[in-house]
């Protein structure tokens, strides 16, 4: 049977998508783990459901590529939007979609009537252990020295509908991140394992970040993870409340404002090709 989909990245987060609106996808773990290869598949970080949502303008479901499912994904929900809107699904400028962390509003910025970049409202950080979750003591985990991938490193965790892992210092570019990466995802602290962000600070409100995220190991961007990056250097004192910090990632940058409120990201959302794969 053949499927017809999109190949879309943020930034370099790559996804693959499929429709759904009308015709559900049957197995989604299963797909993701097969065609997310990227010699015997289509390759991605994983897949992308578009999907019909009783509360929002669509739903999205990804599926990381060993198959898991997750929550939030900050770069793919501004290519679901751009889909929506460049393919005639919509013809609004702000939508909601519905997640399994909410629903949150995107903003799409248009060049030439196509969808270049996108604003998301990602929701307010949640610095609570229990909420993350991370089976520390404490109201926060805040440059906290912990005991983690055979060292003591100071952590700083924080949920963006996802369990992210945020450290500061250094050059991420000197990281064997293959080698460390798993240690952090998998480290007994976090039961749900987590997304790690290695950052450097660069200035007052940019960050330099590389990333491992649960479920797909190294990506070139991740949405959220910039999202923790920047509410953590607050937390820090590396960066500014509701001032605009830039993030750089191996994919590109991204813009990250947090306010008392909430926190929006900005960046692009690219359509690479589409395609049909016989499912």
């Not at 060049?111 to 929701?123: F, I, Q, T």
């Not at 995802?185 to 950052?199: G, K, L, M």
């Not at 190991?217 to 004192?237: F, K, P, Q, Y």
């Amino acid at each position: 049977m053949l499927r017809k989909f999109y190949k879309m990245h943020g930034i370099g987060n790559d996804y693959i998508y499929f429709d759904c609106l009308e015709k559900p996808l049957e197995d989604p773990a299963a797909v993701a783990k097969k065609y997310s290869d990227r010699h015997f598949g289509i390759g991605g970080d994983g897949i992308v459901l578009i999907c019909p949502s009783e509360v929002a303008d669509a739903k999205m479901r990804m599926f990381n590529a060993d198959g898991s499912e997750g929550k939030m994904c900050g770069n793919a929900i501004r290519c679901v939007g751009k889909y929506l809107y460049d393919f005639g699904k919509t013809d609004k400028t702000a939508l909601k979609i519905e997640t399994l962390s909410g629903i949150k509003t995107l903003f799409l910025n248009l060049s030439g009537g196509k969808a270049e970049s996108v604003r998301v409202d990602m929701g307010a950080p949640d610095f609570e252990p229990a909420h993350i979750p991370v089976s520390l003591p404490g109201e926060k985990i805040v440059a906290r020295e912990t005991e983690i991938a055979g060292g003591r490193v100071a952590i700083t965790c924080v949920s963006m509908g996802n369990p992210h892992c945020v450290v500061f210092g250094g050059d991420p570019d000197g990281l064997r991140l293959e080698e460390i990466g798993p240690k952090f995802e998998n480290a007994p602290i976090f039961p749900d394992r987590t997304n790690t962000e290695f950052v450097r600070v660069l200035g007052r409100n940019e960050l330099k970040m590389r990333v491992w995220e649960r479920g797909s190991g190294e990506t070139l961007a991740c949405g959220t993870g910039a999202c923790a990056a920047a509410a953590a250097a607050v937390e820090n004192g590396f960066a500014d409340m509701d001032a605009d910090v830039t993030v750089h990632l191996k994919g590109g940058d991204l813009t990250v404002r947090r306010t008392a409120e909430t926190i929006f990201m900005t960046g692009t959302a690219t359509l690479v090709f589409s395609g049909e794969v016989a499912l």
